[in-house]
């Protein structure tokens, strides 16, 4: 009795669960002759009629051609020419699926003076946001270089969004440094340091940091354990001009091309005083390490940790790529559907556009399929 009604509701629900594309075009082909009938379809002997009869009589009548035809639309989709221009009459947009960093992946837990011995530099510059930053970031661009920024989280205010933006397009890495700039050896709070930087770049950006650089290079082993515990890697350096020195741009230069050697991680600064003197020795310390062969590569590459990226389809903040100039190690995640209408703290507008998007595009193939379907069921009832 039991397998008896289970059968029968396995047929009836096959009938009703299947997509309305496969339903019609088991109907045209036949299909519908190996099952039963649906519930609640009246017209069973005209349809078995159908089903039964010669092939002549499709041919002979405009409606199967024409259910063929509806069929075929709802197959396809927003891929189909006509269901293309019926969506874009819904919907406004038609902006093309782009994808947007938002944070980087980094492991271990050991604090990094230096990478893997390649023919690598990395550039760190610390203690920004600050006056000077979008200089450097000019600087940057216009000797297709790329460095990572270790900013302290109060100063990342925003003034500086536009900056940090523009950072993040280049390719440039944003790290965090401390909201306060306290030595973390004795600060009573380095989580809550850490923690707020984190919030406040994320905030600022929608970028979630993976790297961390410790003020004055202090840290301990219960530092590094908490680091590592907010997804934060230690990055130290093992070249240092001391350009908060003001030694001048030839000494800062020169000190830098001294002490490098493959896998040399630098610290300079764009913030916390004037750092003229440091911007103007950058291009011919980029230009002096080229022509040694080595590349100027962010952090992240030198020690293999992976971007991660989000689709974004209406508000990509002009740093939204397509997918085929992303990262070749790129993570790519979906962007979090939006849960009752509250923002995550910290989630950026684009992510919400792209899950709007997707759900938009759902409703317009459901509308297809639908209309595709009714409009069948009419024609079989004539
Ligand atoms: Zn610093």
Known sequence: MLGRRGRGRLLAGTCAARPASSYLAGEVTGWRDRSRPCARRGGGTRRGRLARGSPRRWHASPAPALLVFVASVAALGSSHPLAAATAGAQT?????????????????TAAHREGPSRKEVAIGFDDGPWSDTPAFVTMLERNHARATFFMIGDQVTSVYRSTLLRELRNGDVLGDHTFTHPDLETSPDVRGELEETIAAIRGLTGYTPCVFRPPY????????????????????????????????????????????????IIISHD???PRGQTLAAYP?????????????????????????????????EGIGVPRSKLPRNAILQRAPQPVGGAEPA???????????????GRGRLGVLHRDALRFALAVFAR
């Open 271 to 273: 913030g916390g005083g």
């Open 217 to 264: 290079g202090d840290y301990d082993e219960s530092v590094l354990r908490t680091a590592r515990s907010l997804g934060l890697s230690t990055i130290l350096w093992n070249v240092d001009p001391a350009d908060y020195t003001l030694p001048g741009t030839a000494t800062i230069e020169a000190r830098v091309l001294e002490q490098v050697r493959p896998g040399s």
């Open 346 to 360: 910290g989630r950026s507008d684009p992510a919400r556009a792209a899950a709007n998007q997707r759900e938009r």
């Open 284 to 316: 011919g310390i980029i230009r002096k390490l080229r022509a040694r062969g080595y590349r100027i590569v962010t952090v992240l590459e030198m020690l293999g940790y992976r971007p991660v990226y989000e689709p974004c389809v209406e508000l990509c």
């Open 92 to 108: 406004p947009s038609s902006a093309p699926l782009r994808y947007r960093v938002v944070g980087c992946r980094s492991f271990g």
